[in-house]
């Protein structure tokens, strides 16, 4: 009998994470199935699946940590979980995404990013998952940028880098300059609008980065154009490395990602010619 395993978020009905799941299995020769599951409460959702492990994905990553007997110290530094895995005791929780984001920044895109001054947009879920690895891969100064100043003021004490980490708001964004990576981690650009944003931000040399993919990251990635970023980039690379190091830690074997990441973005280039 196959293994099970679910994306859990609100929505999920856009994810690509089925799709993903579905290529590594093929690859690897694993019986699995993978499917996503709509959760506006996680707890009674992830109560009912009889699986053996599980994605989780927005609003729910630190409602997810919160629920696991035991969290592998990337999660448990940046206080959120997007894999889980059930053993005899219950879930045991991991955080993939920074690993995914410095993934595909480093090997993919062949970006160095030691040194790099940094903006970080958001500190929610999606952002609290990267920081830890962003700052592991060795950039230099990381801002939080943040429209609610308490979350921002977390996740700089979680991080426990006085030093390296800053807060700004995004009103006070205009006096920061220039910066070598930007990486939006905000869900403001769902419906079709981002915080405004000064493009003395960005300059020829910077990296913009939208943890978000599809319609979701149009938005920023017209901002960063428009300000001359040296390169703009989706989170479409980012996913599918995060889900590379899920499915390693489920299945025990990391599948290659080259070839599912091409496929979906020769999908994604086909769909936006056919627009």
């Known amino acids: ?82 894999t889980l895995l059930r053993l005899a005791d219950g879930w045991h929780g991991d955080n993939t995404d920074g690993l995914g984001l410095v993934r595909d920044l480093t090997e993919r895109r062949q970006l160095d990013l030691r040194g790099r001054r940094t903006l970080l947009l958001g500190a929610g879920g999606a952002a609290r998952g990267v920081a830890p690895g962003l700052l592991d891969a ?6 939080i940028a943040n429209r609610t100043p308490a979350h921002a003021d977390a996740l700089a004490d ?49 990296t913009a980065v939208d943890l978000g993919y599809g319609a979701a990251a149009i938005p920023f990635l017209a901002w960063a154009r428009a300000a001359a970023a040296r390169e703009a980039l989706d989170g479409l690379g980012m996913l599918v490395e995060q889900a590379a190091e899920s499915f390693r830690l489920w299945h025990g074997v990391r599948p290659d990602t080259g070839p599912v990441f091409a496929d979906l973005q020769a999908q994604a280039l086909s769909l936006v010619s056919a627009d």
């Open 1 to 82: 009998m196959g293994r099970h395993f679910a994306l859990f978020g609100h929505p999920v009905a856009h994810s690509l994470s089925p799709r993903i799941h579905a290529a590594f299995a093929r690859q690897a020769g694993v019986d699995m199935d993978y499917v996503a599951i709509d959760a506006p409460v996680l707890d009674s959702a992830l109560a009912a699946f009889d699986g053996d492990g599980a994605n989780v994905t927005l609003p729910h990553k630190a409602r997810a940590a919160g629920l696991c007997v035991s969290l592998h110290e990337r999660a448990r530094r940046c206080g959120v979980a997007n």
């Open 138 to 143: 060795g950039i230099g100064e990381l801002y």
């Open 158 to 206: 979680a991080l426990g880098e006085p030093g390296r980490v800053h807060v700004r708001y995004l009103e006070d964004l205009s006096s920061l300059g220039e910066f070598d990576l930007v990486v939006n981690a905000t869900s403001a650009a769902r419906d079709g609008t981002l915080p405004p944003l000064p493009r003395a931000l960005v300059g020829p040399r910077t």
